[in-house]
C-alpha cells in the first residue's frame, strides 16, 4: 500500500537552538529559514519564552505560523490558520489561543501565600522590577519587561534548598510542578512543550492530513517536544557536549550548537536538493 506524502513541520526551540545562546542572533541559520520558507515547510517556535518575548522574533523572522510559549503553556495560532475554529480555544488579538498552562494569577497567589509564611525565601519575577530582571538575567531592560510579561509561568530564585523543596511540595500537593532550569526554578502547572506539540499536530491533522513533525532542541525542557516528533534532533551546549537523559530511537545529534548546526541538521533533513545556500 502506498501512502500519501505527509506534510512535513518543523518545531523548533529558541535558546541554544535556533539562536545563539550568547548573542540571539539566528543569522548562521538563514540559509536552511530560507529552504524551509521555498518549500513551504512550517516553521513553529516551540519555546519557554513568553509571547511578549516571541512576537518581535516572529516578526524579524517573518514568520506567520502557529507558535507555541512559556514551555507549553499556550499554543497561538494565527486567525485564518486552519479551516476550523479550533476547539476549546479563546480568541485574543489575533489569534486563537489553547491555553494548557495554570493562569499566572493563580501561580502568583499560590507564591503569595507560601511567601506570607517564609518571607523573602523565594521571589519570583512578579516581585522583581524591570531592571532587577536585567540585572539578574543580563538583559537589556526593554528585553526584562517582555519577559516579565508571564502568562503560565513564573520563574523563581530561592535562598535556600529548604524552601524550595517545601515550595516544590506545595505545588505538587496542587497538581503543579517546580521545574529547574539553570538558576532560576520555574512555577508552572501540569503542561510541557510535548502536550502542546501534540495538541498543535492533531490541529494540522485534521486541516491537511497526516503529518511528520521535525522537532529541535537542546535542553531537559526540549525532551518532551523531541519525544513528540517523528524526527527528534538534539542540539550540542556551545562547548559540543550533549544534554544527558534522553535516548529515543532514531535520535539525530547535530553537528555544532546554536543557528550553525539548526542548519546543517535541517539541510541534512530536508535534502541537498533545498541548499542552495545563496
Ligand atoms: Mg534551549
Same mark, same amino acid.
Given at each position: 500500500?502506498?501512502t500519501a506524502?505527509?506534510?512535513?513541520l518543523v518545531f523548533?526551540d529558541?535558546d541554544?537552538?535556533?539562536?545563539?545562546a550568547v548573542?540571539?542572533?539566528f543569522?548562521?541559520? &538563514?540559509?536552511?529559514?530560507r529552504?524551509?520558507?521555498k518549500?513551504r515547510?512550517?516553521l513553529i517556535?516551540c !519555546?519557554?519564552k513568553?509571547r511578549?518575548?516571541?512576537e518581535p522574533?516572529?516578526?524579524?523572522?517573518r514568520n506567520?505560523? @502557529?507558535?507555541?510559549?512559556?514551555?507549553g503553556?499556550?499554543?497561538?495560532?494565527?486567525?485564518?490558520?486552519?479551516s476550523?475554529?479550533i476547539p476549546?480555544a479563546v480568541?485574543?488579538e489575533g489569534y486563537?489561543?489553547?491555553e494548557?498552562?495554570?493562569p499566572y494569577?493563580a501561580l502568583?497567589?499560590?507564591?503569595?501565600?507560601?511567601q506570607a509564611?517564609r518571607? %523573602?525565601?523565594v521571589?519570583?519575577?512578579g516581585d522583581?522590577s524591570d531592571? +532587577?530582571?536585567? &540585572?539578574l538575567?543580563?538583559? !537589556?531592560? +526593554?528585553?526584562a &519587561?517582555?519577559?516579565?510579561?508571564?502568562?503560565?509561568?513564573e520563574?523563581i530564585l530561592?535562598? %535556600?534548598?529548604?524552601?524550595?523543596?517545601l515550595?516544590?511540595q506545595?505545588a505538587?500537593a496542587s497538581?503543579w510542578?517546580?521545574v529547574?532550569g539553570?538558576?532560576f526554578?520555574h512555577l508552572?502547572g /501540569?503542561?510541557?512543550? #510535548?502536550? =502542546?506539540v501534540?495538541?498543535?499536530k492533531e490541529m494540522f491533522?485534521?486541516?491537511? #492530513?497526516?503529518v511528520r513533525?521535525i $522537532?529541535l532542541?537542546d $535542553? /531537559?525542557?526540549?525532551?518532551p517536544?523531541?519525544r513528540?516528533s517523528?524526527?527528534p534532533?538534539?542540539? /550540542?551546549? @556551545? %562547548?559540543? =557536549?550533549?544534554?544527558p537523559?534522553? %535516548?529515543l530511537p532514531g535520535?539525530?545529534?547535530?553537528?555544532? /550548537?546554536g @543557528?550553525?548546526g539548526?542548519?546543517?541538521?535541517?539541510?541534512?533533513?530536508? #535534502?541537498?536538493?533545498? !541548499?542552495?545556500?545563496?
Amino acid at each position: 500500500m502506498r501512502t500519501a506524502a505527509k506534510t512535513l513541520l518543523v518545531f523548533t526551540d529558541l535558546d541554544g537552538t535556533l539562536l545563539d545562546a550568547v548573542t540571539y542572533s539566528f543569522d548562521e541559520a &538563514r540559509p536552511a529559514l530560507r529552504a524551509l520558507e521555498k518549500r513551504r515547510i512550517p516553521l513553529i517556535i516551540c !519555546s519557554s519564552k513568553t509571547r511578549a518575548e516571541i512576537e518581535p522574533l516572529r516578526r524579524s523572522l517573518r514568520n506567520r505560523h @502557529p507558535f507555541i510559549s512559556e514551555n507549553g503553556g499556550a499554543v497561538y495560532v494565527p486567525h485564518g490558520t486552519f479551516s476550523f475554529d479550533i476547539p476549546h480555544a479563546v480568541d485574543r488579538e489575533g489569534y486563537e489561543v489553547l491555553e494548557l498552562g495554570v493562569p499566572y494569577a493563580a501561580l502568583r497567589a499560590f507564591l503569595s501565600e507560601f511567601q506570607a509564611e517564609r518571607p %523573602d525565601r523565594v521571589r519570583g519575577f512578579g516581585d522583581m522590577s524591570d531592571e +532587577e530582571v536585567a &540585572r539578574l538575567c543580563g538583559f !537589556s531592560v +526593554e528585553r526584562a &519587561r517582555l519577559a516579565r510579561q508571564r502568562e503560565f509561568d513564573e520563574p523563581i530564585l530561592a535562598d %535556600d534548598d529548604a524552601a524550595l523543596s517545601l515550595l516544590k511540595q506545595k505545588a505538587e500537593a496542587s497538581g503543579w510542578r517546580i521545574v529547574s532550569g539553570g538558576r532560576f526554578h520555574h512555577l508552572l502547572g /501540569p503542561h510541557d512543550k #510535548g502536550l =502542546a506539540v501534540r495538541r498543535l499536530k492533531e490541529m494540522f491533522v485534521r486541516d491537511q #492530513g497526516p503529518v511528520r513533525v521535525i $522537532g529541535l532542541g537542546d $535542553g /531537559p525542557n526540549d525532551f518532551p517536544l523531541l519525544r513528540e516528533s517523528d524526527i527528534p534532533v538534539l542540539l /550540542p551546549a @556551545p %562547548d559540543g =557536549a550533549f544534554e544527558p537523559g534522553i %535516548d529515543l530511537p532514531g535520535l539525530i545529534l547535530a553537528p555544532g /550548537p546554536g @543557528p550553525a548546526g539548526w542548519r546543517e541538521a535541517v539541510f541534512h533533513l530536508i #535534502g541537498p536538493e533545498a !541548499s542552495g545556500r545563496d
